[in-house]
């Protein structure tokens, strides 16, 4: 038998991060991120911190921040959109910047994409003899510094003592608003500066290319930048113990239809608000998040009209707060695209914990996120923060920067995660099949965090299969499926609780349909890939002549592991023996699959056949294995088998007569290979 040396061979990952210290699976992680976790943290020499992130039209992920390499450095990590780290990129994947002598102090702290795939940075950088300077990278697609912008790719600014860039976004026209602060006359001003395409200020901007302002003459700082529909550029942040939004004009003056000043001040009534993270609706709300200290502090987001007005449409007040632990601050916000607000930033419990939460549009707890009802937080590692968020895609998968701390050394490593598919993951399907794969014929159940008596509807290509009930223990069986056609074939189940639809989960099987009645088929993701070619696949077929008690190899797969794991590989075959002349005694054929693991046989099992004189058809072959497998493992599958007894009459007796019109002979058998865990 011959099995095809290239197969397509990608497997979904079912996994859930349970989250130590809160008591509940981390579900609203999207599983088929960062190898099965739903995130993937990143250590460089002696730790690292993410601050900002961006997204290529590719859906690739940078993640910008600072480096301990002994010195402080900038650092870019790119990744693809599974989380894997992309190696094409700098060296290995990542790239480090120092500005200065071996004493300098490099940070990034924004990071954005041009439209031509260009990466700009925005920090600050400083050694012992000077104040702090804004320092601006631009970096080709391959992470090289792009020596056209600036001096060899990088430019600074020096205003006033003393001055940091927080954050960046790139005008349509391409060019580069920097926001941050700058200590002006002893005083701490807002800051925003526009730079050209190469590198250097935009003199018809503001005053040549530079606009501080002290806010009514108090203080000011920028922690977070974005652009209206109209071109103006919105800056958010701090001022004298307040939260404060500005809006400028394109050209760099103060937009004074914005709250008759164009700036708002709030402190909500409170002792000390401010604001890290701004974003705007389709409406053209303003939405900001951060932080207000009460008696400790509390997230806060708040919603502003286009006018500057507090918009009590939101929550009532305009605003919505919540103490959580010792305290609670909101890093990063996105809007998705029904209007909700997805946000996250740090609580402060024994340890710091990563922290979520979804708002309607109305300002309430969206109860579908999660298990905790609008509210989740995770401990990685020995602690963990989100600075930064963003939605990859349109259907509401957020991705979050950040860092988390080694339990064992202390150190912090980069922080990169993802929500699924619909931010809220009540439901799982655990399996499609039993162990006995020897069809396209799936069995489909899983398991869902609803209680007793909630509707899990099982769709198949956009059909639907089953409506099944949970059990008290949220399990689910949807039952065995019909036959799944040649391609990819996509399931996806449904949790329904009051006629309301909570969540979906969704896997793809790829069904390969080479081999006749039957196939092989596995688990799909695209972290699963065989080696080239991979679009290549031989048919089935026995030797044409067995020798009685010689074994006889009728074929070998190989391939390479690219997602460690526990593999089940089972084969199913039913040759026929028809065209035996037999001499008198049954035939007995003893079939053996041998599994190799780096040139070492790990597992073997055997079934026997026996036909009659009459020359009846073999009883179905069965073969199976489990193996632990590593990345990168060397995988050989060979099927053998031996006539035991019986002697079949000289010439060119086969073991399978049956031929397609492709010419190949082929037997009714199957191959699968499947990732239990």
């Not at 003393?162 to 608003?177: F, K, L, M, Y």
């Not at 190989?558 to 794991?565: I, K, L, R, S, V």
Request: with cysteine; proline share 2%.
């Amino acid at each position: 038998m011959k099995i095809g040396t290239s197969m397509l061979l990608r497997f979904l990952v079912l996994t859930s991060l349970i989250a130590s210290g809160t008591g509940y699976a981390a579900q609203f992680l999207d599983s088929t991120f960062g190898q099965g976790i739903g995130y993937v943290t990143t250590s460089n020499s002696l730790g690292c911190i993410f601050s900002a992130m961006a997204f290529q039209s590719d859906g690739k992920i940078i993640a910008a921040g600072q480096t301990q390499s002994p010195n402080t450095q900038g650092i870019l990590v790119r990744y693809n959109p599974d989380g894997s780290i992309d190696t094409t990129f700098g060296t290995n994947g990542i790239v480090t910047l120092q500005n200065g002598d071996q004493l300098s102090t490099t940070y990034f702290n924004g990071v954005a994409v041009q439209s031509d795939g260009q990466i700009v940075t925005v920090g600050d950088f400083f050694d012992p003899n000077t104040a702090s300077n804004i320092l601006v990278c631009r970096f080709n697609t391959n992470g090289t510094l792009d020596t056209t912008f600036g001096s060899g790719g990088i430019a600074t600014l020096f205003v006033g003592s003393g001055c940091s860039g927080n954050a960046i976004v790139i005008q349509p026209n391409q060019e580069i608003v920097i926001a941050g602060n700058a200590v002006v006359s002893g005083t701490p001003n807002v800051l925003l500066a526009l730079l050209d395409s190469s590198g250097a200020l935009d003199t018809g901007f503001a005053s040549a290319g530079i606009f501080t302002n002290d806010v009514g003459g108090a203080s000011g700082d920028f922690f977070a930048v974005t652009l209206d529909s109209f071109g103006n550029i919105l800056g958010a942040g701090l001022s004298n113990g307040s939260l404060l939004i500005m809006r400028c004009t394109s050209s760099g003056s103060l937009d004074t239809s914005f709250n008759s000043t164009g700036f708002v001040t709030d402190s909500l009534g409170n002792i000390f608000t401010s604001v890290n993270a701004i974003a705007l609706d389709a409406s053209g709300n303003i939405v900001v998040g951060g932080s207000t200290v009460v008696v400790a502090s509390q997230y806060l987001v708040a919603r502003y009209t286009s006018s500057g007005a507090r918009d009590i449409s939101f929550n009532s007040t305009g605003f919505v707060t919540q103490q959580l632990g010792g305290g609670a601050n909101i890093e990063g916000i996105a809007i998705q695209s029904n209007g909700d607000i997805m946000a996250a930033g740090i609580i402060n419990y024994v340890i710091n914990e990563s922290f979520f939460v979804r708002l309607t549009t109305s300002g309430s707890l969206d109860t579908s996120f999660g298990p905790n009802g609008g509210l989740n937080s995770l401990i990685i590692g020995n602690g963990s923060q989100i600075n930064a968020i963003g939605l990859q895609s349109s259907d509401g998968r957020m991705v979050a920067v950040g860092q988390e701390t080694s339990q064992l050394s202390n150190l912090q490593s980069g922080l990169v995660l993802r929500t699924n598919l619909n931010n809220s993951d009540f439901i799982s399907i655990t399996s499609i099949t039993t162990d006995s794969i020897n069809t396209k014929i799936p069995t489909i159940s899983g398991t869902s965090s609803a209680g007793a008596g909630a509707q899990v509807a099982v769709s198949i290509n956009g059909s639907l299969f089953n409506t099944v009930t949970t059990d008290s223990l949220g399990n689910w069986n949807a039952g065995t499926s019909p036959v799944l056609t040649p391609g990819n074939n996509r399931i996806q189940a449904d949790l329904i609780v009051g006629s309301v639809l909570l969540v979906s989960e969704e896997i793809d099987i790829d069904v390969i349909d080479n081999l006749g009645e039957d196939a092989v088929y596995a688990y799909s993701n695209a972290t699963q890939n065989i080696t080239a070619p991979a679009d290549t696949f031989q048919a089935v077929s026995f030797s044409s002549a067995p020798i009685l008690n010689t074994w006889t190899f009728d074929g070998t797969s190989t391939f390479t592991c690219h997602q460690a794991g526990k593999y089940l590989i089972h084969y199913t075959g039913q040759p026929s023996l028809s065209t035996f002349v037999l001499t008198g005694s049954p035939i007995v054929v003893t079939e053996s699959m041998i599994v190799s693991v780096n040139g070492t046989e790990v597992t073997a099992s055997q079934a026997n056949t026996t036909v009659d004189t009459a020359g009846t058809a073999a009883r179905a072959l069965t073969n199976k294995a489990v193996v632990n497998l590593n990345v990168n493992d060397q995988v050989t599958i060979s099927v053998a088998y031996i006539v035991v007894s019986g002697t079949p009459v000289s010439g060119t007796p086969a073991l399978v007569a049956n031929s397609n019109s492709d010419g190949v002979t082929k037997s009714s058998a199957s191959l699968a290979i499947v990732r239990l865990q």
